[in-house]
């Protein structure tokens, strides 16, 4: 059941990617060839006044697909004659359609919450080793972790989680005084708590009530934090800390889903952490699009307003075959890793 929930999810996300697109496009007046829905031998399809409309055999894509998107075609109403303007409109649609319905879904799980947890210290745990004026103390805020800001304890988590060395930099809000604490011992110890002894931080934070404004609060930091874990996971790939075998495409990610449904205790919690991890995904896919990769939104993007200064200098059209050599090459580079991550996936679901 959660694997097809999960298969449906998946495909919301890239419909609403390519109908951003396309939603972009006709109002611009930009003439659009195909919308389609799946990738693969269409099943079913229906020809529009100007657009064919397709719904395909394989649910793990889609496209949109405008006239001249190439720059090789001479129609006023095609998309490499339209001004820039129009054409970064029209790329960049996509990615803010999936960050809309990322917000959403946000905002409809939390609408739900009767209060949040923050980072403001209540309670220290017996025997917590480093408590004290020169350590942590009740009363204290935890601002950041190795430099990421926190806002609410699942940042305290994460951060804790990726930067589980033993020792963290922390700084700390006491008094109005922010304090430093570098190299600050912090494990996890078994505390007995409500008479279970459980693998904890032993820090207690602050609860927060949640009214109207907390709520809208709540998800505006969830949908930072959501783009903010794009950057953290670059930065741990280009270090080393991960590698391309824990890239996850299609596949890997709707197993995932499916993992996190049946891991939930009931089918309603079961739906909201699917819903959830759409969210995640869903502005995640926005800010990847977004990167200044050719063939991606992003770098096109970039080409767009890289060929505009270099016309400014030169006073000339610069041919757009340029232009789509290199993005047909990155594309090749991009299937190829795509296709390496597809293996990966089922192998790591059959070994798993």
């Known amino acids: 059941m959660y694997i097809i929930v999960a298969i449906i999810a998946f495909g919301v996300l890239i419909t609403v990617h390519e109908l951003g697109h396309f939603t972009a496009a006709k109002a611009l007046g930009v003439r659009v060839n195909e919308f ?3 990738m693969g031998p269409k099943l079913l399809k229906k020809q529009g006044k100007e657009t064919l409309y397709s719904l395909r055999a394989l649910p793990l894509g889609g496209f949109c697909a405008l006239e001249g998107e190439n720059g090789d075609s001479a129609d006023a109403r095609s998309f490499g004659m339209q001004k820039r303007w129009r054409r970064i409109v029209i790329l960049a649609s996509g990615s803010v359609s999936n960050i809309l319905l990322g917000f959403i879904i946000v905002i409809i799980l939390v609408s739900g919450m009767k209060s949040f947890t923050g980072t403001t210290i209540t309670k220290l745990e017996d025997g917590f080793p480093n408590k004290g004026v020169d350590g942590l103390m009740a009363g204290d805020t935890v601002i950041s ?4 800001r926190l806002y609410y304890i699942d940042d305290f988590r994460l951060f804790m989680q990726i930067y589980d060395n033993g020792k963290v930099d922390l700084v700390i809000r006491r008094d109005g005084e922010s304090i430093k604490l570098n190299e600050f011992p912090m494990e996890r110890r078994e505390y007995t708590v409500d008479g279970k002894t459980e693998l904890r ?3 207690t934070m602050n609860r927060i009530e949640g009214n109207a404004w907390e709520k809208l609060k709540f998800s505006c930091y969830s949908a930072y934090n959501y783009i903010r874990l794009v950057r953290v996971s670059l930065a741990q790939l280009i270090s080393g800390t991960v590698g391309v075998r824990d890239l996850s495409g299609p596949v890997g990610i709707i197993d995932a889903m499916n993992d996190v449904g049946r891991s939930s205790s009931t089918a309603l919690e079961a739906l909201a952490s699917i819903a ?6 869903a502005i995640n896919i926005a800010v990847m ?3 200044p990769i050719p063939a991606l939104d992003g ?4 080409f767009i307003i890289i060929t505009w200064i270099i016309e400014k200098v030169i006073r000339r059209r610069v041919d757009p075959k340029y232009e789509g050599y290199i993005h047909t090459a990155t594309m090749a580079l991009l299937m190829g890793l795509m296709v390496f991550i597809l293996i990966n996936d089922v192998v790591k679901i059959v070994s798993g």
Do not use: Q, S
């Open 145 to 148: 972790i190795n430099g990421e």
């Open 201 to 203: 931080f032993g820090i």
């Open 276 to 281: 959830n991890f759409t969210a995640i995904i």
């Open 299 to 302: 770098g096109r993007i970039v």
């Open 36 to 38: 389609a829905i799946g």
């Open 289 to 291: 699009n977004l990167l």
